[in-house]
C-alpha cells in the first residue's frame, strides 16, 4: 500500500513523525507530498506554497492508495480543501487537537463572537468532508463528535508516542537533588504552569527539591523562588529530561487538558522516567495511578506537591513507576505499534 502524507505540515513535529516513521516500519510506503519553498514554522501561511504543493501532489499522477493529511494546526485544516478538489482516494485527516478548541475555548485567542462561529463553521466542514478523523484519545473523539456533529464512526484512536530515536532510557542521573522537570509553553492554558509554581512554593522548605520549567514563559522575569528553575528553550531536551528524577505533564484543568495525554507524557515514558500528571479520563485509556504514572486533582498545587513528596520519600515506588511506565511504551505505545495499529484500518 502507498500513503501520500500531505500538506503543510511541521516535519518536525513529533506526531508526524512519528506516524512516518510508524507506517514505514510496518511495510507501508510512504510519499511525502510537502510543500517546502519556504522553510517557515508556518508554511501554510505562504501562498506560493500551496503552487509548489498542488505541482507535487499532480505530479505523483495518483500512485498512491490513501492521502493522509499531516498535522500542522491551522494549515492542516486548510489542506483538506486542497487535496479535496485534487483526488477523489481516501482522505485521513491527522489533526491532533481542534481549531476552535484551541483558539477560542482553551487559548481563547479568538474572542469575536462571529469570528469564532466561522471557525467552528470552518472545522465542522472540513470533518465532514474527509473520510477518517485520527483522533489521540477517546475523549478528544469525544468532544469532537459532540461539539460538530460527527459520527464517531469516522473517527480512529491514534495514540501519540514518542519518537524512540531521540527519546530512550539513559543512564541514571548521579546527583542527590531530587529534580522535578517539566517543558513547554507559558501561552497553553492546558499546561497549568501557576499550579507547577505554587507547588514549588509549597516544598519551598525541602531544600534538595528542584523544580525545573523549561521553555518560553513569563512568568519568570518577575518571579523569584529558590527551588523553582526557569531555563528558557532547552537545546538538549533528552539530556534535560535525564536529569530529572520525576516528569511533570499537565494541570490546567481546562477542558481541552482533559481531552488529551501530551507529548511530553510519552517522551517521559520512552526515557523510562516516572511521570506525575492531572487525572482525567484520557489519561485513564493509557495510564493507571501507582502502577505506572502518578496522578494527581488537576488545577491543584497542594495535590501536585503531595505526589512530588510521595516520589521523593519512596524511592521504590518512583523506581517501580519508571519502570512500568516503560514497559508498557515499549509493549504498547512505539511508533512501530501506532504504525500496526493504523495498518489495521487504512
Excluded at 511525502?32 to 506560493?48: A, D, G, I, N, R
Excluded at 488529551?260 to 506525575?276: D, F, G, Q, R
Excluded at 505499534?337 to 495498518?343: L, N, P, R, S, Y
Aim: include cysteine.
Amino acid at each position: 500500500m502507498r500513503v501520500c502524507y500531505f500538506g503543510t505540515y511541521d516535519e518536525e513535529d513529533p506526531r508526524n513523525k512519528v506516524i512516518i516513521k510508524g507506517l514505514k516500519s510496518n511495510n507501508i510506503e510512504i510519499i511525502e507530498c510537502h510543500s517546502s519553498l519556504f522553510k517557515v514554522k508556518y508554511q501554510w501561511v505562504v501562498p506560493l506554497n500551496y503552487i509548489n504543493l498542488i505541482r507535487k501532489f499532480v505530479s505523483l499522477r495518483k500512485k498512491y492508495d490513501v492521502v493522509i493529511v499531516g498535522f500542522s494546526m491551522i494549515g492542516s485544516f486548510i489542506d483538506v480543501f486542497l487535496v479535496k478538489l485534487l483526488t477523489k482516494k481516501k482522505i485521513i485527516l491527522n489533526p491532533l487537537v481542534s481549531l476552535y478548541g484551541t483558539l477560542v475555548t482553551d487559548r481563547k485567542i479568538i474572542k469575536n463572537f462571529i469570528l469564532s462561529r466561522m471557525i467552528h463553521g470552518f472545522e465542522r466542514v472540513v470533518y465532514t468532508i474527509v473520510d477518517v478523523i485520527m483522533v489521540d484519545t477517546f475523549q478528544n473523539m469525544h468532544y469532537i463528535c459532540r461539539n460538530f456533529y460527527i459520527s464517531e464512526s469516522k473517527c480512529k484512536r491514534v495514540l501519540v508516542s514518542a519518537d524512540t530515536s531521540l527519546f530512550y532510557p539513559r543512564k541514571e542521573k548521579d546527583d542527590d537533588c531530587f529534580t522535578a522537570i517539566f517543558w513547554g509553553g507559558h501561552d497553553n492554558p492546558l499546561h497549568g504552569i501557576k499550579y507547577i509554581v505554587k507547588a514549588g512554593h509549597i516544598l519551598e522548605s525541602y531544600k534538595d527539591i528542584r523544580i525545573i520549567i523549561a521553555g518560553k514563559h513569563k512568568i519568570s522575569s518577575n518571579f523569584n523562588q529558590s527551588n523553582v528553575q526557569f531555563v528558557g528553550f532547552v537545546k538538549d531536551l533528552q539530556k534535560l529530561i535525564n536529569e530529572a528524577d520525576v516528569c511533570l505533564g499537565i494541570f490546567g484543568g481546562t477542558e481541552k487538558a482533559m481531552n488529551v495525554i501530551p507529548n511530553k507524557v510519552y517522551e517521559s515514558l520512552a526515557m523510562k522516567k516516572a511521570v506525575i500528571t492531572g487525572k482525567s479520563s484520557a489519561v485513564g485509556e493509557v495510564l493507571t495511578d501507582r502502577r505506572n504514572v502518578i496522578l494527581c486533582e488537576m488545577a491543584n498545587a497542594e495535590s501536585l506537591a503531595s505526589s512530588i513528596l510521595l516520589l521523593r520519600e519512596n524511592k521504590e515506588l518512583r523506581e517501580k513507576i519508571a519502570l512500568e511506565g516503560y514497559r508498557l511504551f515499549i509493549k504498547h505505545l512505539t511508533p512501530e505499534k501506532v504504525g500496526e495499529d493504523i495498518k489495521t484500518w487504512l
